[in-house]
C-alpha cells in the first residue's frame, strides 16, 4: 500500500497520479456536505444565484461533524464520513461545474460520478466509518461555516485539517473502483453460500 | 419500600449515554482486537487497527467515537420491588437534553416532514423506551443504546417465503441481508429475529444487538449451533472490515426466536456497526447505581 501525502489546492496531476488502494494523508481545507446543504446550493443556483467562493475547487467531504460552541468559535469533537452513495447526482455536477479534486466519504459512490472523475480528474477517498474520534484530532480549527439555519450536522463546515487520515482510495481518475470490485466477489460469494447453507 | 427518584433516573441516563458514546464496551474490543489478529489481508489489518486506535483515542479524550450518536433508546427494565417517583420518561428525556449539550451528542432528531432540528435529540416521541417488569427485583436497570443511521438502514424485514425449507429461506435471507450491508460498517454485529410479527421482529432483532456479552450463544443449543454457522457463512462474503474486503465481516451474529403466526413466519436482521454502543446500570431501591457495561462509575 502506497502512503501519500498531499496538501490541498491539489492539482490534477496529482489527483491523476492517486491509484486505488493508495493511503492519503491530507493537509489543508476541507469543507463538509450533506444533504441539506447540497439541496440549498443547487436550488440557490437554479435561481440565479451564487455560492460561496471558498465552495469552488473545495475538497468535499461527506461528513455532519458533533461541534461544540465554545466562546468566540467551535471545537470539532467527533468528524466521521456520512453514506456516499446518495450523493452521486451532486458530486457529479460538483466535480464538473465547481471544479472538486477530492471527495472524502464513505461507501462509494455510483457511475455518474465515476464518469466525472475520469473526465476531470477527480479522485474518491474514503475515511474507516466510526472512527470519527480519531478522524476529528486531525481536524486542526474551523474556519468558517456557512448555512448554520440547516442545523449543525447539515450546515458547511469549512475545516482545517493536518495528516487528515488514513483516507483509502476507492476510485480513482482511470476507472478504478475497489467497492465495485469488492462488491462483484461478495455477490459470487454469496450465491455459493445459497448452495452450502 | 424506598423510592427512586426521578433525578436520580435523569442522572443515571445522562451519565449511561456519555458512556455510550466514548467507551467502546470491553466485550466488542476484545472481539475486534481478535479479528486484528486474525485478519489476512494487509487491507483488512489496516481497517481494524483503525478502529481499535480510534476506540482509544475516544475513551482516552471523551471523544464521541463516531459522529453519528444515532436516535437515543432505552431499554428499562422495572423491578418490583422499588417504587419510582416521578415520569421515567421524562427523566430519560432531560438525561438525553444534558448528553446532548454536554458529551456532546450530534443534534440528529428532526421532524421527519419539515426537518425542524429542536436540536435536544428530544421530541416526537423520542427517546424512544421499551419498559420490562420483572417483579422479584429490587432495582430499575437501564440500558442506553445508540445506533448510527447507516446501520439503521439496513435492516432487513420480511416474512419467510414458502416453497423453500423454511430453515433454508431463513439463512439464505440472513446471508443476503448481510452481503447488502457493505456501508454498515463491518464487521458488523448481527440480530436475527426469526418469528413474531413483522413489527416486533424488527424490535427484536435490534434488541438482540444487545445481548451482553457480545458473541455469546443463545442457551438453546440448535439455536447457538445455527449462530456458529450463520456467522462462518457471513465471514466467508469477503465483504470485510469498512466492506473494502477481507476475512472479517461480522464479529458477531445473535439469533432469536419469538412465537409466530401459524400462517406469517416473520424474519428481521439488525444491524450495527462495528461500533457497537450501549451502557447499563442498576438504581437498587436505596438510591445506590450499580454500573454493569461498561463496568465503573462516571
Given at each position: 500500500?502506497?502512503?501519500?501525502?498531499?496538501?490541498?489546492?491539489?492539482?490534477?496531476?496529482?489527483?491523476?497520479?492517486?491509484?486505488?488502494?493508495?493511503?492519503?494523508?491530507?493537509?489543508?481545507?476541507?469543507?463538509?456536505?450533506?444533504?441539506?446543504?447540497?439541496?440549498?446550493?443547487?436550488?440557490?443556483?437554479?435561481?440565479?444565484?451564487?455560492?460561496?467562493?471558498?465552495?469552488?475547487?473545495?475538497?468535499?467531504?461527506?461528513?455532519?461533524?458533533?461541534?461544540?460552541?465554545?466562546?468566540?468559535?467551535?471545537?470539532?469533537?467527533?468528524?466521521?464520513?456520512?453514506?456516499?452513495?446518495?450523493?452521486?447526482?451532486?458530486?457529479?455536477?460538483?466535480?464538473?461545474?465547481?471544479?472538486?479534486?477530492?471527495?472524502?466519504?464513505?461507501?462509494?459512490m455510483g457511475g455518474e460520478a465515476a464518469d466525472a472523475m475520469r473526465e476531470c480528474g477527480a479522485a474518491y477517498l474514503e475515511t474507516v466509518g466510526g472512527a470519527a474520534s480519531l478522524y476529528a484530532k486531525r481536524v486542526r480549527g474551523v474556519e468558517s461555516v456557512y448555512w448554520l439555519d440547516l442545523g449543525v450536522p447539515e450546515a458547511?463546515?469549512?475545516?482545517?485539517?493536518?495528516?487528515?487520515?488514513?483516507?483509502?482510495?476507492?476510485?480513482?481518475?482511470?476507472?478504478?473502483?475497489?467497492?465495485?470490485?469488492?462488491?462483484?466477489?461478495?455477490?459470487?460469494?454469496?450465491?455459493?453460500?445459497?448452495?452450502?447453507? | 419500600?424506598?423510592?427512586?427518584?426521578?433525578?436520580?433516573?435523569?442522572?443515571?441516563?445522562?451519565?449511561?449515554?456519555?458512556?455510550?458514546?466514548?467507551?467502546?464496551?470491553?466485550?466488542?474490543?476484545?472481539?475486534?482486537?481478535?479479528?486484528?489478529?486474525?485478519?489476512?489481508?494487509?487491507?483488512?489489518?489496516?481497517?481494524?487497527?483503525?478502529?481499535?486506535?480510534?476506540?482509544?483515542?475516544?475513551?482516552?479524550?471523551?471523544?464521541?467515537?463516531?459522529?453519528?450518536?444515532?436516535?437515543?433508546?432505552?431499554?428499562?427494565?422495572?423491578?418490583?420491588?422499588?417504587?419510582?417517583?416521578?415520569?421515567?420518561?421524562?427523566?430519560?428525556?432531560?438525561?438525553?437534553?444534558?448528553?446532548?449539550?454536554?458529551?456532546?451528542?450530534?443534534?440528529?432528531?428532526?421532524?421527519?416532514?419539515?426537518?425542524?432540528?429542536?436540536?435536544?435529540?428530544?421530541?416526537?416521541?423520542?427517546?424512544?423506551?421499551?419498559?420490562?417488569?420483572?417483579?422479584?427485583?429490587?432495582?430499575?436497570e437501564v440500558v442506553a443504546a445508540l445506533r448510527g443511521g447507516g446501520s439503521a438502514f439496513a435492516t432487513f424485514l420480511t416474512v419467510i417465503p414458502s416453497g423453500v425449507p423454511r430453515l433454508k429461506a431463513v439463512k439464505r435471507a440472513v446471508i443476503d441481508a448481510a452481503a447488502?450491508?457493505?456501508?454498515?460498517?463491518?464487521?458488523?454485529?448481527?440480530?436475527?429475529?426469526?418469528?413474531?410479527?413483522?413489527?416486533?421482529?424488527?424490535?427484536?432483532?435490534?434488541?438482540?444487538?444487545?445481548?451482553?456479552?457480545?458473541?455469546?450463544?443463545?442457551?438453546?443449543?440448535?439455536?447457538?449451533?445455527?449462530?456458529?454457522?450463520?456467522?462462518?457463512?457471513?465471514?466467508?462474503?469477503?465483504?470485510?472490515?469498512?466492506?473494502?474486503?477481507?476475512?472479517?465481516?461480522?464479529?458477531?451474529?445473535?439469533?432469536?426466536?419469538?412465537?409466530?403466526?401459524?400462517?406469517?413466519?416473520?424474519?428481521?436482521?439488525?444491524?450495527?456497526?462495528?461500533?457497537?454502543?450501549?451502557?447499563?446500570?442498576?438504581?437498587?431501591?436505596?438510591?445506590?447505581?450499580?454500573?454493569?457495561?461498561?463496568?465503573?462509575?462516571?
Open positions: 500500500m502506497v502512503e501519500v501525502k498531499l496538501r490541498t489546492p491539489v492539482s490534477e496531476g496529482e489527483v491523476r497520479r492517486l491509484k486505488v488502494g493508495d493511503i492519503v494523508y491530507l493537509d489543508g481545507v476541507v469543507v463538509t456536505w450533506r444533504d441539506r446543504a447540497y439541496e440549498r446550493a443547487f436550488e440557490l443556483l437554479e435561481r440565479g444565484e451564487s455560492i460561496p467562493q471558498v465552495f469552488m475547487g473545495a475538497v468535499h467531504w461527506h461528513c455532519g461533524p458533533i461541534v461544540k460552541r465554545v466562546h468566540g468559535g467551535w471545537i470539532v469533537v467527533s468528524a466521521g464520513s456520512t453514506t456516499s452513495s446518495r450523493f452521486t447526482f451532486q458530486e457529479s455536477r460538483a466535480i464538473r461545474e465547481w471544479g472538486v479534486r477530492l471527495v472524502i466519504g464513505k461507501g462509494g458547511v463546515w469549512v475545516l482545517r485539517v493536518e495528516a487528515l487520515g488514513p483516507l483509502l482510495v476507492t476510485m480513482d481518475s482511470s476507472g478504478g473502483n475497489l467497492r465495485r470490485d469488492v462488491m462483484s466477489a461478495v455477490e459470487k460469494n454469496r450465491l455459493r453460500e445459497h448452495e452450502i447453507l | 419500600m424506598v423510592m427512586v427518584e426521578g433525578d436520580l433516573i435523569a442522572d443515571v441516563a445522562f451519565k449511561l449515554l456519555s458512556k455510550a458514546a466514548v467507551e467502546l464496551p470491553g466485550d466488542v474490543m476484545r472481539l475486534l482486537k481478535e479479528a486484528y489478529t486474525r485478519e489476512s489481508t494487509v487491507r483488512g489489518k489496516v481497517m481494524l487497527g483503525t478502529m481499535i486506535d480510534a476506540a482509544e483515542v475516544a475513551r482516552k479524550e471523551g471523544r464521541p467515537l463516531c459522529q453519528d450518536t444515532g436516535i437515543p433508546m432505552f431499554f428499562v427494565t422495572i423491578g418490583g420491588k422499588v417504587k419510582v417517583k416521578g415520569d421515567i420518561r421524562d427523566a430519560l428525556a432531560r438525561g438525553t437534553e444534558k448528553a446532548t449539550r454536554e458529551v456532546p451528542l450530534r443534534e440528529n432528531v428532526v421532524h421527519p416532514l419539515t426537518s425542524r432540528n429542536p436540536g435536544t435529540n428530544v421530541g416526537w416521541g423520542v427517546p424512544y423506551v421499551w419498559y420490562d417488569y420483572k417483579y422479584d427485583a429490587d432495582y430499575l447488502r450491508a457493505s456501508y454498515a460498517c463491518p464487521p458488523l454485529i448481527v440480530g436475527v429475529c426469526i418469528g413474531g410479527y413483522p413489527e416486533t421482529a424488527a424490535g427484536e432483532a435490534a434488541r438482540a444487538l444487545l445481548r451482553v456479552p457480545v458473541g455469546s450463544s443463545n442457551p438453546d443449543p440448535e439455536l447457538a449451533s445455527l449462530e456458529e454457522e450463520l456467522l462462518a457463512s457471513v465471514n466467508r462474503l469477503g465483504v470485510g472490515p469498512a466492506g473494502l474486503g477481507g476475512d472479517t465481516t461480522a464479529l458477531a451474529l445473535h439469533v432469536e426466536v419469538r412465537g409466530s403466526h401459524t400462517a406469517l413466519p416473520s424474519l428481521a436482521v439488525a444491524f450495527s456497526c462495528w461500533a457497537l454502543r450501549r451502557a447499563s446500570a442498576r438504581i437498587y431501591a436505596d438510591g445506590s447505581v450499580e454500573w454493569l457495561h461498561p463496568p465503573g462509575g462516571e
